[in-house]
């Protein structure tokens, strides 16, 4: 069945880095477009970043765009997500998932930023 792995979340200061990884299963993974979505505690889950299934199609919520940097290895089932220059906002639980009509969400990773 559809699974999603998300993993490489942590704690970090504001104006770091952290990469996250989302391994996926269960599906032809490369006829896919994937995306990055997040939820901050007490919100709604909203998009953060998505990549097309060749990864020649990448397009950003503005509030990362030039932070944040999508990118996916078809050979390796994997989605990632490389996040710079954090801020507090940042915080949430970051999943991945289909760009369109996700389901089968996985637990997330949480991504804390904070001093």
């Known amino acids: 069945q559809v699974q999603f792995v998300e993993s490489g979340g942590g704690l970090v200061q504001p104006g770091g880095s952290l990469r996250l990884s989302c391994a996926a299963s269960?599906?032809?993974?490369?006829?896919?477009?994937m995306s990055w979505y997040r939820r901050a505690p007490g919100k709604q889950r909203d998009l953060v970043a998505s990549?097309?299934?060749?990864?020649?199609?990448?397009n950003y919520a503005d509030s990362v765009k030039d932070r944040f940097t999508i990118s996916r290895l078809n050979a390796k089932n994997t989605v990632y997500l490389q996040m710079n220059s954090l801020k507090s906002e940042d915080t949430a639980v970051y999943y991945c998932?289909?760009?369109?009509?996700?389901?089968?969400w996985g637990q997330g990773t949480q991504v804390t930023v904070s001093s």
């Open positions: 998932n289909f760009a369109t009509v996700p389901r089968s």
């Open positions: 269960g599906f032809t993974f490369s006829s896919y477009a």
């Open positions: 990549v097309s299934s060749g990864g020649n199609i990448i």
